[in-house]
T-cell receptor, first 114, second 114 residues
């Protein structure tokens, strides 16, 4: 079946602009995760959604970052007033929800802030 | 947070075995994972091991887990040039809301010489 999809695959923006990144999880997966991969910090957890529960935002690096998950499916990660240090690959993953369930990753969105 | 550590680089000749090592710190982690990332691609799950096991074999892949030393290894038998990639080990960590997240090592770049 279809895997996790993300759009856009690449995004170049100017410092100070807002960006939205989209993730479509695997159908039927109740858990959705955002991670960030950057040269300096490696792979970092950002935010976790499980069903209709309040998300765990403990990994978000600043209040410029926010995420929504509508209808328990598609998620949007929004970065306001982008900074150069936000440049990274943003990865989305989904799973059936328990620690025993594997997280499957999308191809990522490469964000470049000029 | 917990730290997961890996060596940065490994070079082997085609046909040899590769062994990629990882140390982790969260002894309560129930699952440990190996992911593969090829250039420009997302993370592909290779294999995982449950914490009550000490070995798991899957075709050319063998995972060894030493819980006492918190050491995880991935052995690739008969390494091929197509195995050239970055390999990440990851542990499951519990979030405050009883959700879970992956904590990744920095990745080991495997180079296979023909």
């Amino acid at each position: 079946g279809a895997g996790v999809s993300q759009s856009p695959s690449n995004k170049v923006t100017e410092k100070g602009k807002d960006v939205e990144l989209r993730c479509d999880p695997i159908s039927g997966h109740t858990a959705l995760y955002w991670y960030r991969q950057s040269l300096g910090q490696g792979l970092e957890f950002l935010i976790y959604f499980q069903g209709n529960s309040a998300p765990d935002k403990s990994g978000l690096p600043s209040d410029r970052f926010s995420a929504e998950r509508t209808g328990g499916s598609v998620s949007t990660l929004t970065i306001q007033r982008t900074q150069q240090e936000d440049s990274a690959v943003y990865l989305c993953a989904s799973s059936l929800g328990s620690p025993a369930d594997t997280q499957y990753f999308g191809p990522g969105t490469r964000l470049t802030v000029l | 947070g917990e730290d997961v550590e890996q060596s940065l680089f490994l070079s082997v000749r085609e046909g040899d075995s590769s062994v990629i090592n990882c140390t982790y710190t969260d002894s309560s982690s129930t699952y440990l994972y190996w992911y593969k990332q090829e250039p420009g691609a997302g993370l592909q799950l290779l294999t995982y091991i449950f914490s009550n096991m000490d070995m798991k074999q899957d075709q050319r892949l063998t995972v060894l887990l030493n819980k006492k030393d918190k050491h995880l290894s991935l052995r690739i038998a008969d390494t091929q040039t197509g195995d050239s990639a970055i390999y990440f080990c990851a542990e499951i960590d519990v979030l405050n809301n009883a959700g879970n997240m992956l904590t990744f090592g920095g990745g080991t770049r495997l180079m296979v010489k023909p």
